[in-house]
Structures are given as C-alpha cells and as structure tokens.
C-alpha cells in the first residue's frame, strides 16, 4: 500500500515536530515561571523578550530560535473537526461489523489459521474501539461539541446483510474462503477511512489512531492474503 505508507509516515513526522514543540514551549514556560519565582523581577526584565527556545524546523529546514512568546504561537491547533468526529464514529460501527464477523471463527471456520486470525483481529479492535468511544465522550459525545452528525457517510469495505447471512450459514472450508474475502474487503475499507483522516483531519489523537489502524491492518491483510 505505497499511498497509506507514504501518508502515515508523513502524519508520523509532523505528529513527531508537534510534539517537540509542544515540550519545548513547556520548558519555556517552567523556566520563564522559575526565574520569576526565584528573583520577583519579570523575566522580561533579564533579557530581550525573556528565555529562547529552539524550535526544530521542518525537513530539510534548521532549527529556529524563538521567545516563549512566538513558540507557544507556533503550537499547532489540534481542535478537533467535523473529519475527525466522523472518523471515530464510522470506525467504531465499522469494526462493529468484523467483531460480528470474527465471532462466527470458534464454531464454524475449518481452518485452525483462521480461528487464530479472528482472535488477533478481535483482540485489538476491540481495545481500538474503547479508544475511539473515550476519544468522543471527551470530545462532547457522539455529535461533537458543534452538536453535529458526521456518521452517516458511507463506510467503504462494509459487508452486506446478504453477505453476512451467507457467511453465518456457511462452515469449514467455505466459512474459510469467504471471511478471508470478505475481511481484506473489510480492511482495506478501514485504510481508507484511516487515509482520509489523516488527510482531512486535526487532531493529533485521532491520526495516532488512524496511524495504528493502517500499521495493524496492512499486515492482516497481507497475512490473510497469503492464506
């Protein structure tokens, strides 16, 4: 998946100079408090515009020296927008869907490799699914702050009632060969949800989350794929 690589290591590295910046301001702003604290006289008064901080520039760019003024400015804005509070919604009901499917794997797949890969996949959508739901109950609930629905846009690789019923009825080899169809389906849907966000979105959770769905998923898929 070239597309999905390349984006989650670009969203990695600007997760990453967020972050620096984000803990450079914060030392500027203990050192300003500390130098306040220790003399009485306002660390303005030390110096021109009180202490520096050096914030890392971007690829290929050196770093910048700053005031604490202008790094607490350069710290991006993560609020969340109507991108992100449509992706944890969508994905929540999305791996809703492959929980459904991967419960079916104890009783009816024939292969002992199949059973295995529902487990895995279940283990870690489900804690996925926790973060999502914690992320929005934060963020103002299910419709956001802005009061807002953004769940009801199509969910791409999303299996059909049809399609789940046959699964239900189906056993052994044939259980086998069609929920390994349809979960790559299933997956490589959740890619695109997760490379839409980290495109469109703002907030810095929500694309380590999308960045930990595409890392995890890539490698189901190429696993079922080999299967």
């Given amino acids: 998946m070239p597309q999905e690589v390349t984006v989650l290591n670009r969203r990695r590295t600007t997760c990453v100079r967020r972050s620096v910046v984000a803990a450079a301001v914060t030392a500027a702003v203990l050192a300003l408090g500390a130098c306040e604290s220790d003399s009485g ?5 030390k110096g021109a515009g009180g202490p520096s901080v050096v914030a890392p520039g971007k690829p290929g760019e050196p770093a ?14 993560d609020t969340p927008n109507s991108a992100d509070f449509s992706y944890a919604q969508m ?16 009783d009816r797949a024939g292969s002992t490799q199949v059973k295995r890969l529902a487990e ?7 804690p996925e699914m926790g973060a999502m739901q914690g992320w929005l109950k934060i963020n103002g609930g ?12 199509a969910m791409p690789g999303m299996a059909t009632p049809a399609q789940l019923a046959q699964l239900r009825s189906a056993k052994g080899a044939a259980f086998d060969e069609l929920f390994l169809k349809l979960m790559i389906t299933h997956h490589q849907g959740a890619l695109t949800m997760a490379t839409e966000v980290l495109s469109e979105g703002n907030n810095i959770l929500v694309e380590e989350m999308a960045n930990d769905v595409i890392a995890q998923q890539t490698s189901e898929i190429n696993r079922m794929r080999s299967m």
């Fill in 120 to 126: 895995r996949i279940a283990a870690a959508q489900k």
């Fill in 142 to 153: 299910a419709q956001g702050k802005g009061g807002h629905d953004h769940s009801r846009g």
């Fill in 64 to 77: 910048r020296t700053l005031s604490a003024d202008e790094a607490a400015k350069a710290v991006p804005d």
């Fill in 41 to 45: 006289t306002p660390a303005k008064a």
């Fill in 91 to 106: 994905m929540i009901t999305h791996h809703t869907q492959a929980l459904q499917m991967t419960a079916l794997a104890p």
